[in-house]
């Protein structure tokens, strides 16, 4: 008599289990508690129990900021592979299995649309896409958005989520930080704002240009933002960081950014920072 007996029919043709519980809930990573699935999308992916802000994929930041329907911009540009890059992985191989598995040519969303009535040029990064990762199509599709706002006269808003320069891309992703950082210049000096807004994690080149040349910058609590990671600066300088380092609220508090806001105000407080700009 065997202890444990499988239920006839509990297997289907391939051998897998039919009964599947997995994905109905989720373990907060901040305070280990399980949190259901349904409760946590309907929070915003903010944990009902601490407040941690889970990450968010690009498409629904974009729902979250903008009232209804936009126009999305240069969704079929994608990347050429200038280098046919192979490290450990194939890039081209990488780039198609993101691709396919998100539903998005490369790491970033471009839209217009409105943010509670006001019109504007929105940009949401996608860290899943090979960790939001900028090489030439995100930077060009930021570039452009940025030339779109000019032209037509639009705030613009970008949402970063981002491991930095895609490396696989060579100096190639490095010049994006040059050609980004010069758009906005431009539209620095025909006076129209930018919100930058960063979110868990903005690291390495994403950091070093765009994401802290707002004209206002603000970050959801918690997030994890800097440009090299704490260990490199740890063997550079030879000292031990202090606790909190690399966080929003660390970052609030020594004048890198401007607000630390709460997944649930964001938008209203972008709103009336834009009132604020275009009075
Ligand atoms: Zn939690």
Known sequence: MPWFKRQSGELDATGEKKVRTEGLWVKCEHCRQIIWKKDLDANLHVCTK???????????????????????????????????????????????????????????????????????????????????????????????????????????????????????EGTISLMQLAKVSAALARMDEVRLPFISVLTDPTTGGVTASYAMLGDINIAEPGALIGFAGPRVIEQTIRQKLPKGFQTSEFLLEHGFLDAVVHRKDLKAYISSALDFFLA
């Open 50 to 168: 601490c407040q941690h802000h889970f990450p968010m994929g690009a498409k629904l930041r974009l729902e979250l900021l903008l009232d209804g329907s936009y126009v999305e911009h240069d969704a079929d540009m994608s990347s050429t592979d200038p280098l046919k890059f192979t490290g450990t992985k194939v890039y081209a191989t990488q780039l198609k299995d993101a691709q396919r598995k998100l539903g998005m040519k490369d790491a970033v969303l471009t839209a217009e649309g409105f943010l509670n009535g006001q019109p504007l040029v929105c940009c949401a990064m996608e860290f899943q896409f090979i960790g939001g990762s900028m090489g030439a199509v995100v930077g060009e599709k930021v570039t452009r958005a940025i030339e779109l706002a000019m032209e037509k006269r639009l705030p613009l808003v970008i949402v970063s989520a981002s491991s930095g320069a895609r490396m696989m």
